[in-house]
Structures are given as C-alpha cells and as structure tokens.
C-alpha cells in the first residue's frame, strides 16, 4: 500500500467524546446527502483516523446492506476505532444534529413545498453535494493509481450501476470474484 | 392498550421492517414511505407530505430525515425517536455484527484479497451513487452542469472549503430562479 498503514490498536486514544464530536460536525455539514463525501473529507483527510483501505471497506459492506450507506460506514468506522461504544456515539453523533435542525425546519416552515426559489436553492446546493461525492470517488481512484485490472473494474461498475441502472447486487455479485482474483494474482506477482 | 403507544407501536412497525428491506436506499423507500404513511395509516394527506419531504431535503444528515418527520406529526417528539430508532437500528445493528463476524479473519490472504477486491467496486458505488442522486434531482441539466463543475473545483482546489461551494452553488440557483421567475 502507497499510503502508511494506520494503526488502529493506537487510536484507542481516541476519546468517546471525541468520536461524538467528530461526527455531529460532518453529519450537520452533509447537506443535500453525501455523508460518504463529508466522512472521507473529516474523518480520513483531516484527522486520519482510518487509511483508504477502511475507508472503501467500509464504503463497500455499507452500501451492500440494507440501510442507509452513511449510517452503515460511520457505524463501521466508530466500531473499528472504539468496538461497540465507539459504533454507538458515532451514530448517535452522525444523527442527533440532522435529527434537531431538521425538527426546528419542521416548526418553523410547515409550508415550503410550493415556494420556487426554495426548491431552487435545495437544487444548487444538491449539485455541490454531488461534486463532493464524484470528487471522493475519483479522489480514491487516483489515488490508489490503480493498474489497469482495478481500475476496469471500477468503470465496470459505474457503467453498470450508475450508467445502465442495472441492480446493484448481481453487479457486485459478478464482479466481486474477478475483482477479488486480480488481487491474488497481484499478491502472488508482487511475492514472486 | 393507550392510543398513544399504540400509535408509537404503528411507527415502529412501518419503519423498522423498511430498515431492512432498503438496500441500495433512494427511490424505493421514498415510495414505500409515501404509501405507508398517506395511503395505509393516513398520517398525512398527500399535500402534507410533499411538505414534509421538502423540509427533510432542506435539512443535512445521511438518507432520508423523512421518517423522523413524519413520526413528529403523528405523535411528537417520542413519535420522531421512535421512527428514526426504527428506521436506523436494525440495519446498523446487523452492518455491526456482519463487520465485527468479518473482522475475525484478518490477517488471512484471503481477507486482505477480498478487501482489496472490493476497493475499486465502492469507489465504483461511490460514483454511481453521485449519478444516481443527479438522475433524480428535479433541477435537469442544470444540477448536472454545476455538480460537474463543483467536482472540478474541489479537485483542483482541495483547501476550498465544500460548505463555501455549497453556499455559492444555492445562492446561485436561487438568484437564477428569482431573475427567470
């Protein structure tokens, strides 16, 4: 790997409240969605907490199970840096902001639905949250400077899913093997 | 049985079931919601909810808020923990236990090879997720323009701050809305 493994077992100094923290900032910031975007910025390129590698992994079991992809990553990631306690204030963290603001929005505006310039301005700042997302995405591609064999499997998948629409699991299904033995042969080349 | 638990028991069943069932998240549920709460329980009028699906769009936080939503109108703030818990619990319990089982065999060739395997498949979801999300927006070709352009921008300059973009990018389309208005 290019980038320097983290260790985990370190990141015990990780404090609870620090975790919380961490992740009420990105999950108020993540407006229009992208949570995956907002996580990537805060928790991999900022803090450094987790390496590329957890990141994807966790991407990857998040967006494959049933639930939200946000949720499911910043569970993953609270549990890999503080087991169960850790999974639980992440969480909490992640969905206690949106869960005030979006109670106060509901008070103060029962009525916007009709209202143009409204919807307008949720349209524009959608756009941007969608420029983080396809900048995380090629961000982690780059940066992997991945051989020709990962990154047809990349194209692969976003042609597929994203382009074609065709469902996401027998995608993955069909490409997971080939993708999983390009990686052992890499290994085997890389030993040889 | 008091109604108000058991309008609290009603949440419950209509958003933990939809936990589990939501993979690949969006669309369906959007819909699945929009029929359980207009047209089986009558929480709200049809009117009503595309009001409540405006301000959960206003609001940040991962997916949908909408479920949160429409627990308050029925009953509160308790309705509004209830159906978010019921909405976020199973499925981030059942994540924690698939990561934790996987988790056992590190170390294994094969783990770390699954892993990598993956790697360029959810930069791939990543990806397709973001074209997924720009395929449903109302806005047409103009989310599209500016979301193309916002990727840019962030990657040519990585210290801009997204929520400077994002500011930029709302008051922009409002200002547009406004003028063609």
Known sequence: ?192 | MPDDIRTLLALALVFAPLSLLSIGGGAALLTEIEHQSVGVHAWTTQREFADLFAISRAAPGPGTMLSTLIGWKVAGLTGALTATVALYLPSSLLVFGTARLWRRWRGSVWHSAVERGLAPIAAGLILAGGIAVMRVSPGGPAVWAAAIASTALILRWPSLHPLALFAASGALFGVAAGLAG
């Open chain 1, 1 to 192: 790997m290019i980038q320097p493994t983290i260790d985990n077992s370190c990141s015990n100094r990780i404090g609870l409240p620090a975790l919380f923290v961490a992740f009420f900032r990105l999950g108020v910031m993540s407006f229009g969605g992208g949570t995956a975007g907002w996580l990537y910025r805060e928790i991999v390129e900022r803090r450094r907490w987790i390496d590329d590698m957890q990141f994807l992994s966790g991407a990857a079991l998040g967006r494959l199970m049933p639930g939200s992809g946000g949720v499911n990553l910043t569970v993953q990631v609270g549990q890999l840096l503080r087991g169960s306690s850790g999974a639980m204030a992440a969480a909490l963290g992640l969905l206690s902001g949106p869960l005030a603001i979006v109670l106060a929005l509901a008070v103060s505006y029962t009525q916007i639905s009709h209202n143009v310039t409204v919807h307008a301005i949720l349209d524009g700042v959608a756009a941007a949250a969608i420029g983080l997302t396809f900048a995380t995405g090629l961000k982690l591609v780059r940066f992997r400077r991945a051989g020709a064999g990962p990154l047809a499997v990349t194209v692969a998948t976003v042609l597929s899913v994203g382009v074609l629409r065709w469902p996401m699991i027998p995608v993955v299904l069909c490409l997971a093997p080939i993708s999983i033995g390009l990686a052992l042969l890499d290994r085997r080349g890389r030993n040889a």
